[in-house]
């Protein structure tokens, strides 16, 4: 019997008005034909809002989904919800795929944002209280730098008025003008970043899987390390899938169709052998 694949997305960002999935219900066919779904960070915004009661809500209405969707289902923190679990990494195929939400690549965890000189400034102050080497380690960073993302409140993501929303997104990631060029380089940068943190932190691997940037692309690296970033549930690029079988890791677009979402026409496909 063959064993089923690993499928892997991320930045879902359910309940914010910029997300696509307007029901629980239409991640569903994700979650058929796979031993496991993973869902790399960002999934759901878990940090101090406007209406901290909503938010508990969508979370435990989001948890009891997926429970009941006959799939196995493992959540990573990323930096909006990074404390909807204690998992903040995962490692496949014997060592050689890292997954990783990906905004421990950026020292300020979101370098196109406003807050991201009071966001270095907690990452930094984080860091210090980490014990012993704890800074040296990819588990204590990711610790981190979830310690500081969850200080960090919800700005347009607690918005619940089309609007307003709108409104607030562009004051948060569009202007200044300048905002673009950092949103640039972040893309610019995201892949080689990601090959130098696996290559110092876990030499094993042949392959890192993030997401964060909303950027989807598939990196060969000139250290060899293929970079895969499965992109966002959100406008306008949209979302791919890995998916990590017994001998290959395959890269999917997502595709919607019937008010769900599918993984789609394949991408990429890579040996693990």
């Not at 990783?100 to 907690?122: C, Y």
């Amino acid at each position: 019997m063959v064993a089923l694949p690993i499928r892997i997305v991320s930045d879902v960002h359910f309940a914010e008005q910029a997300s696509r999935v307007r029901s629980l219900g239409a991640l569903r066919p994700l979650a058929d034909g796979v031993s496991m779904l993973v869902f790399n960070g960002d999934t759901m915004d878990t940090r101090p809002g406007k209406d901290d009661r909503r938010t508990a809500q969508i979370r435990r209405d989001m948890l009891d989904f997926f429970g009941s969707c006959g799939t196995p289902v493992t959540l990573l923190t990323g930096n909006h919800d990074p404390d909807i679990t204690r998992q903040h990494s995962l490692e496949l195929a014997s060592g050689r795929v890292l997954v990783t939400h990906g905004d421990v690549l950026f020292e300020s965890i979101v370098p196109w944002s406003n807050e991201a000189k009071i966001m270095r400034q907690k990452v930094i102050q984080a860091l210090a209280a980490l014990p012993g080497d704890g800074s040296s380690r990819l588990e204590g960073r990711l610790d981190a730098f979830r310690s500081a993302a969850a200080s960090i409140h919800q700005r347009h993501q607690s918005e619940h008025d089309p609007f307003r929303y709108a409104m607030r997104l562009a004051g948060d990631t569009v202007w200044p003008p300048d905002r673009l060029f950092k949103i640039l380089r972040a893309w610019s940068e995201a892949p080689g970043r990601a090959a130098a943190l696996a290559t110092r932190h876990r030499p094993r691997a042949s392959f890192i899987i993030i997401g964060h940037t909303h950027r989807p692309g598939v990196w060969r690296m000139p250290s060899g390390i293929i970079v895969i970033n499965t992109g966002s549930f959100c406008r306008p690029f949209g979302a791919m899938v890995a998916e990590v079988g017994a001998a290959t890791l395959l890269v999917r677009r997502v595709v919607r169709r019937d008010g769900a979402f599918h993984p789609g026409p394949q991408v990429a496909e890579f040996p693990l052998s």
